[in-house]
């Protein structure tokens, strides 16, 4: 089966930044002025790539530009991308919630989206009642819905409550009862957008239980917007990479999320340094260059939760005879306070040096930590146990998961480490 | 290829033509209708201690004011007609018209949150409020029937007439209108919110330029041309001339009226299906 369900063409969407008021009406009338010479709107050109990190020099931004791609049916394409390129849009464009400023979308099937379940419950209405009213609104027939009431009802566990209004609903239940519907709508296409946030373990392994239901088993396709990468490359085929509005890549899954990984953008939290005499140190010893690498001694900014990590330190000795040591302290993204190492075992740990250039390497283990970001400080101490110099959250270490070691979970796994214990089960008694 | 790209069944565009109405789409969408018009409904006074009764008391105690404050102390002509008839026959109609327009104004903004997630045929919810607001004129009506009833039988100086079958093309034309300008301001305030506040008091002043509180008979010649040209005058007069009998049935008032509506209705179409595509951008 290689139908194409759904083909993007030169999709862009710009959008205007600042704020609406004063010079709209002015915009808007040049615009108008223009259409009825019939020349090009004028606004419509001025617009760059869409870099968040660097200030505009237009009013207008293109979230999208350019944008083609196919998926087929059956396919789950995971849609891939840092926070702000483009991801939302391109599913705002699809779900018909707004329109694209140029191309277009050509889609065979219904589509529905989960952005964001639960839209148009009224605090209100009893769970019931609300079932009926976001059915209808996400697209079902009053029939339709009878006819699964009973299953949707199920799928959520809310029947106790079913009908309470839904303001006395804890957000858990809520969420439930929305997914349940959202669930059962039966689209040809679904989208879904990071709703495996919410709900806990039990039922977000429903919910993914469901989604590839939809899509191995009804041959329906289904487009998934996550930053989880576990969960990407889990249940998607295919995946597309979106940068800064543009299409980076597009192709198989994981060929897709090693890219996404590999992808280095911001080198400085992993690299650092000095030219001659400006390193941190004193006349005696002088950093160079602080880094943190792979196995094979490449820069990275993310690394798998099974890789290990070197770092590398690198020093200049200006007077022989000096005895130092260091220490790596590691800290979680709330500032907590992991753990720290001094380089007791190294060999040259207090050992008198020659003059010259050194390196000192540091290996973290794999399968030590959890997923998530991680700041590393560095400090270098004399055999006095005094502080030559501190390094504060230099560098920082960012982890993914890539799915293996997980089972049939795909949810938020808690925890700053996560090592794999060992687990043995044997029969002890008849 | 080329055979493939028959058979789309949707097709997303930048724009489309200003008359692209997807009216099939609406069609299929009615059961949603019916849940708003459902929701609006049950909604609205849950958690009251009167709930319906509300419907009820609204219209009855702003036609008791309007008979003391107009009627009583201002002491200004009902062509005969029980005050309290006479202001309720008007306010119920204005009623519909205002709620109608005041409601369906805001249709963007009030739903920016589930429009900006969902996507469903928009003009579903301006229907759903003509819908709603029909059903509450009907609860309305009602209570207004009763009190013509206990009228008649007390002999009052009313005679309800054939002209009552024009009744529903004036609720028709009150909708039209309602929904009209509604969907115009509701259109341009999503840009210019402006609008918002003049919509607020600018249908309050409107019901003074209308005979809601006076008959046009009794007005003076030279003013009356500025009343008339108030598309809601002809309505409320033709309604009350239809149910009680009083004052004039205009024909010319009541052409004016239909061609205002059209127009209205068509200009608030277009604004309405041109906005819908791109508002959540400007909302």
């Not at chain 1, 609903?169 to 990071?194: N, Q, T």
């Not at chain 1, 700053?416 to 687990?423: G, K």
């Not at chain 2, 840009?191 to 046009?216: H, N």
């Not at chain 2, 030279?222 to 040209?229: D, G, L, N, Q, R």
């Amino acid at each position: 089966m290689s139908n194409t369900v759904i083909r993007v063409e030169n999709l862009s969407k710009q959008y205007r930044l600042g704020e609406l008021g004063t010079g709209t009406i002015s915009h808007d009338l040049n615009r108008w002025w223009n259409k009825v010479r019939g020349k090009e709107d004028p606004y419509l050109k001025i617009g760059e790539v869409n870099d968040r990190t660097t200030k505009a020099t237009s009013e207008y931004a293109w979230a999208l530009q350019d944008i083609n791609f196919e998926v087929k049916q059956g396919e789950v394409l995971g849609i891939i991308g840092k926070n702000g390129a483009g991801k939302s849009t391109l599913l705002k464009l699809l779900s018909r919630v707004t329109a694209p400023t140029t191309g277009t979308i050509k889609a065979k099937g219904r589509i529905a989206s989960l952005l964001e379940v639960g839209t148009g419950f009224h605090e209100e209405l009893t769970g019931r009642e609300n079932v009926f009213l976001n059915g209808a609104i996400m697209g079902m027939s009053k029939a339709e819905i009878r006819s699964k009431f009973d299953e949707i009802v199920a799928f959520s566990g809310t029947e106790r409550y079913i009908d309470t209004p839904v303001k006395r609903y804890s957000s858990g239940m809520r969420v439930r009862l929305a997914f349940a519907v959202a669930a059962h709508l039966e689209p040809e296409i679904l989208i879904v957008d990071e709703v495996l946030a919410v709900g806990d373990a039990e039922f977000q392994k429903k919910a993914i239980g469901k989604m590839q239901d939809v899509s191995r088993g009804d041959g329906r396709t289904v487009l998934f917007v996550s930053h989880n990468m576990a969960a990407v490359q889990a249940l998607c085929t295919n995946g597309l990479i979106l940068k800064n509005g543009t299409v980076d890549n597009f192709g198989e899954i994981n060929k897709m999320i090693n890219h996404y990984i590999d992808d280095n953008g911001n080198v400085d939290k992993t690299f650092k340094e000095w030219q001659q005499g400006s390193g941190p140190g004193n006349s005696q010893i002088e950093l160079t260059s602080v880094s943190i690498v792979d196995e094979n001694f490449q820069r990275k900014e993310q690394f798998y939760l099974d890789e290990k990590i070197f770092i590398s330190i690198k020093f200049r000795i200006n007077e022989p005879g000096l005895k130092i040591n260091f220490s790596l302290s590691l800290y979680g993204k709330g500032e907590e306070y992991i753990l720290s190492s001094p380089s007791i075992n190294d060999p040259l740990y207090r050992v008198p040096l020659d003059r010259g250039i050194y390196e000192a390497i540091c290996i973290i283990p794999s399968s030590l930590f959890n997923e998530g970001t991680f700041y590393l400080s560095i400090l270098l101490v004399n055999n006095q146990n005094r502080i030559i110099t501190q390094l504060d959250k230099i560098l920082s270490i960012t982890y993914i998961d890539d799915g293996k070691n997980r089972g049939n979970y795909f949810g938020h796994w808690s925890g700053l480490i996560r090592p794999n214990l060992c687990w043995n089960t044997k029969k002890i008694n008849f | 290829m080329k055979e493939q790209d028959e058979d789309w069944t949707m097709v997303i565009k930048p724009s489309s033509g200003l008359f692209d109405l997807q009216l099939k789409e609406v069609w299929r969408y009615r059961d949603l209708l019916q849940m708003f018009v459902r929701r609006d409904f049950v909604a609205v006074y849950k958690q009251t201690i009167l709930g319906p009764i509300w419907f009820f008391l609204q219209p009855l105690f702003t036609t008791i004011t309007f008979t003391i404050v107009f009627g009583k102390i201002a002491g200004m002509s009902t062509n005969g007609v029980p005050p309290l008839l006479f202001y309720m026959a008007g306010i119920v109609g204005w009623n519909y018209f205002a709620e109608c327009l005041n409601t369906t104004s805001t249709t963007f903004i009030q739903n920016a949150n589930i429009f900006g997630k969902v996507y469903f045929p928009r003009l579903i919810m301006p229907l759903s409020i003509i819908v709603s607001n029909l059903l509450k004129f009907g609860v309305q009506l009602i209570l207004f029937l009763v009190l013509l009833g206990y009228y008649i039988i007390r002999g009052a100086d009313v005679q309800p007439n054939i002209y009552l079958l024009l009744v529903p093309f004036l609720v028709l034309l009150m909708a039209g209108l309602g929904l009209g300008f509604g969907m115009l301001i509701s259109a341009m305030t999503t840009k210019y919110r402006d609008l918002k506040f003049l919509v607020g008091f600018g249908v309050q002043l409107a019901m003074y330029a209308s005979p809601v509180i006076y008959p046009l008979s009794t007005l003076p010649e030279k003013y009356k041309i500025y009343i008339a040209a108030n598309p809601m005058s002809g309505i409320i007069e033709a309604f009350r001339f239809a149910f009680l009998g009083s004052g004039t049935l205009n024909w010319n008032y009541l052409i004016y009226s239909t061609l205002f509506t059209l127009v209205i209705f068509i200009l608030g179409v277009i604004t309405f299906n041109k906005v819908e595509k791109s508002f959540m951008d400007t909302v």
